[in-house]
């Protein structure tokens, strides 16, 4: 879809067509390991091995409501691969997550630890709610008692949680105070993303997005991409994508379009993302900014721009939708937003895709740093970490280029022939057991 589209009130595809779940999390993720896998050549053995996850644990557990009633929620937390180290990954809290879902998210922050050389395993968490349809105290209760169902899994030795899809700081420190509470004194590094306050990271909360924006700038660089005066737009408004769309505006590039759950605005000189902020806080939703036009989520991916970051849920870039994407530069801030499908018709159009287990490493990044500082009780600067970080994922990102140049293959592939070798290296170190 043009911008003159747009603004002349033509209508777009139906939202259907990027709709999250169209096609299996997990068989996305088993379809990208196994391209990586055939191109390594792995061996039986140590193939199998990195297929399955290593533990999956399934809970149910009652919740008191406000009003005096009960409800019996799911929850999960999986632990896909512990070779390079403790495992580590989001709890989520969201309708329609399942044990597939979170599978698959264990799966790719295995990938996602290896690629920019974290030593962590990868796991995931989720349990089956509307946050949104929680009081705060009931959310609490929620947290204080999924908490409870894991503690036998979840340590700062041995799986370290972090907010994911609608949990954030307080989350985190309801679980740390909980966890805390079982053991009889404080544990700060059972998990990270917590308020300063309490042993929680400076520059933790926009990690995400600072790491996304890293990669841009690489990834400009590489397709001689001025990123003064570039077209962004950015499907989710959420910390990453909002904290991502400020910091690339800073570098003078037009966020022209952004959206969140219920849709997006629209405004082709350039969004007052300030006058958004503020909308959004104030009403819920992006949508109804003054100066803006609508646009919904599936028309927002088809905006002819320089740079579009998907920074919602997974799924929306599909063989459906990937021939009217008109962005140079995909870079993928959600986790999973592009199917196998749609990855080839991307780079036989020359869109360069960065992929998830690089673009959005920022997170789990500084999410290392805080576990570090935790443990040796000495905090840095947010100056150090924002300089620690930029380090790391420049190089990371110089790896997966030169990887991907090497084999003359897209930047996906050659992050997970870079991330699976690295597993697979020290799943074979170790040995089997026993």
Known sequence: MTQQDLESGASGPADTSVQPGMQSAWKVALEQ???????LNLGAAVRDVLRYAKREVTVH??????????????????????????????????????LEEIRALAMLMTWKCACVKIPYGGAKGGVTCDPKALSTRE???LTRRFTTEISDMIGPDSDIPA????????????????YSMHRGYSVTGVVTGKPVSIGG??????????????????????????????????QGYGNAGESAARFISELGARV???????????NGDGLDLPLVTRHKQETGS????????????????????????????????????APRIHARIVAEAANGPTNPQADDILRERGVMVIPDVLCNAGGVTVSYFEWVQDREEF????????????????????????????????????????????????????????
């Open 33 to 39: 390991y196994d391209r990586a896998a055939d191109k």
């Open 61 to 98: 557990f009652p919740v008191q409501l406000d009003d005096g009633s009960s409800r019996v929620y799911t929850g999960y937390r999986v632990w896909h691969n512990l070779a390079r180290g403790p495992a580590k990954g989001g709890i989520r809290f969201h309708p329609h997550s399942d």
């Open 139 to 141: 959310l609490e209760r």
């Open 163 to 178: 907010p994911d899809v609608n949990t954030n700081a307080q989350v985190m420190a309801w679980m740390m105070d909980t």
């Open 201 to 234: 990271s400076e520059g933790r909360q926009e990690a995400t997005g600072r790491g996304v924006i890293y990669t841009i700038q690489e990834a400009a660089k590489a397709v001689d991409l001025d990123l003064t005066g570039a077209r962004v737009v950015v």
């Open 256 to 266: 022209i379009a952004v959206s969140d759950s219920q849709g997006g605005v629209f």
């Open 286 to 321: 992006v949508i109804g900014t003054p100066r803006t036009r609508p646009v919904s989520n599936a028309e927002l991916l088809e905006l002819e721009c320089d740079i579009l970051i998907p920074a919602a849920l997974e799924g929306v870039i599909t063989e459906r939708n």
């Open 379 to 434: 905090f840095w600067s947010i100056e150090e970490i924002n300089a620690r970080l930029r380090r790391i994922m420049v190089r990371a990102f110089e790896d997966v280029h030169r990887t991907a140049i090497e084999h003359d293959i897209d930047l996906r592939l050659a992050a997970y022939m870079l991330s699976v070798s690295r597993v697979a290296e020290a799943t074979l170190t170790r040995g089997f057991y026993p």
